[in-house]
């Protein structure tokens, strides 16, 4: 009833006294929404002439009150607010309309209240101001949300973490500054699906398994490789979690995620000495008549988490592994470390990428998960077993950028089979690569250190190492990986470990 005489009065301003009266019998006067009172005061009298029941529940006191003290207003209007509500109030007996939010104290019990003051003239047949009609509104509940709302504001304003907020699709609906200060994207992201956040590391099966662990148990947490607007990529500590609704069903994803730290300044030299370990065990390079690897490992200024090794099995079977755990600091290398004590014992005992893999995605499961936290900790790799006597490879590569094998008529090949990253999955569905080859062809295997660059594609940075690699492959071993380390040194800022490892088969 009061929204529609609103309606009417403001619509037609020389609405006649008996039409509103009429208005009023017709809409019933005596409407009584709780968080509502109207009112209707005589202006050639100054007097109120009704004033719905509904405005004891908002300010404590009855009807009958105003129809004896038109000024009893100005009594519940909180001190703070009545000075500068009043000055405002005074155009009404003008036959001015009045729209304000202000305070006012329940004369019961004592509370405060906001409200909202909404006032409009009706005029009679000579067109003058006769009866001002006015609605007062309890905002209080209202005003509570804005202030929680407006806490919450700068809460995302001022956190240091990363806030991404996307709806049920997968689009994003917010961001804080932090997210910008991290990533470069600003506004323009709003709108957009997370895919472009994407940093080309992940197949599609990798973020399929974070969406089914957060529409399954609420969250994920883990470490994920992010990648900024220049193109730049770095290591994000990141959790997800799933807002349901009354019903259960999720209609937001809210994103938490900031930036791993450098490590702490006075850990340098422990941390110089560990990097020092962890080159000692990389292996050395091995030669016979039927194949020469060699291996190149360039630190960052982080301790990291590359490190490869290889084994001769047998006298026609050797096996090449290199891995990069993800992320820096001290967690990274023992992950590395753990993983270099067993190596040897899992490649000659199941000597197969696919049964390799297995064993390894155990040993992270076992190890690293028994706290019942997903995704915590992982590493990328490739293995590549090398069959000398028939000449041909068997590889898996386990979220890891595809190594590449050069044959002597030019034809280049890429090792891009493989699964998920180690110690990710409970269970790994491997799928494994063989390719064959004649005498003189090069096997390059290297960390995702090498493809980091501005470039935004991922795609298009290992396009262009392997061009690079082709100006080289004609190279005997050692005199290879001195000219790339050389390019390295040249070319590269060292945002990562750069791990590079060579084979050529006889």
């Not at 190594?403 to 890429?414: K, S």
């Not at 999955?425 to 390719?435: D, Q, R």
């Amino acid at each position: 009833m009061i929204h529609k005489l609103l309606k009417k009065t403001k619509k037609d301003t020389n609405i006649p006294l008996k039409d509103l009266l009429q208005l009023l019998d017709e809409w019933n006067a005596l409407y009584n929404k709780a968080d509502q009172a109207y009112w209707l005061v005589n202006l050639a009298e100054r007097r109120f002439i009704f004033v719905s029941p509904s405005c004891e529940k908002i300010c404590g006191v009855p009807p009958e009150a105003f129809y004896q003290d038109v000024e009893v207003w100005k009594k519940i209007i909180h001190p703070e607010d009545r000075e500068k509500i009043q000055k405002k109030r005074s155009v009404l007996w003008k036959g001015n309309s009045f729209e304000h939010e202000y305070r006012i104290i329940h004369q019961r019990d004592g509370t405060v209240r906001w409200v909202l003051d909404q006032t409009f003239p009706a005029f009679d047949e000579n067109g003058k101001p006769a009866i001002l009609s006015g609605v007062v509104t309890d905002i209080t509940e209202i005003k509570k949300m804005r202030e929680k709302l407006l806490l919450a504001e700068k809460v995302y304003e001022h956190v240091q973490q990363a806030i991404l907020i996307t709806d049920e699709n997968g689009f994003i609906q917010f961001i804080n500054p932090a997210f910008t200060e991290i990533t470069g994207y600003g506004s323009e992201a709003i709108g957009l699906s997370l895919d472009f956040l994407h940093s080309g590391y992940y197949n599609e099966n990798f973020y399929q398994t974070i969406r089914k662990t957060v529409i399954e148990k609420g969250q994920w947490r883990g470490r994920l490789r992010g990648r900024r607007k220049n193109g730049e990529v770095y290591v994000q500590q990141t959790t997800i979690t799933a807002i349901h609704d009354q019903e259960g069903h999720p209609i937001f994803y809210l994103f938490i995620f900031s930036e791993n730290e450098k490590t702490a300044t006075n850990l340098k030299d422990d941390l110089k000495l560990a990097q020092e370990v962890q080159k000692r065990v990389l292996s050395k390079p091995l030669k016979t008549e039927s194949i020469d690897i060699y291996g190149m490992y360039v630190p960052s200024e982080e301790l990291g988490g590359d490190m490869y090794a290889w084994y001769q099995i047998d006298n026609d079977r050797y096996g090449i592994f290199l891995m990069d755990v993800m992320g820096h600091g001290v967690a990274a290398s023992l992950i590395c470390m753990s993983v270099r004590s067993l190596l040897n014992g899992v490649i000659r005992k199941c000597i197969y990428p696919k049964e390799v893999f297995h064993e390894l995605n155990k040993h992270m499961r076992l190890l690293y998960h028994e706290d019942g936290r997903m995704n915590t900790y992982y590493f990328t790799a490739v293995y590549v077993m090398v069959n000398t006597k028939k000449r041909f490879i068997e590889y898996a590569s386990a979220g890891h950028p595809p190594g590449f094998l050069f044959h002597q008529n030019g034809l280049v090949e890429e090792l891009d089979q493989g699964c998920a990253p180690i110690g990710l999955l409970s269970h790994l569905h491997v799928e494994t690569g063989k390719l064959n080859y004649a005498p003189g062809a090069t096997l390059v295997l290297y960390s995702d250190g090498v493809i980091e660059g501005p470039n935004s594609s991922v795609r298009t940075n290992i396009e262009m190492f392997r061009e690079k690699l082709k100006s080289f492959i004609h190279l005997e071993n050692k005199s290879m990986i001195t000219r790339m380390h050389k390019m390295f040194k040249e070319e590269y800022q060292f945002t990562d470990d750069i791990s590079l490892v060579v084979a050529k088969l006889h």
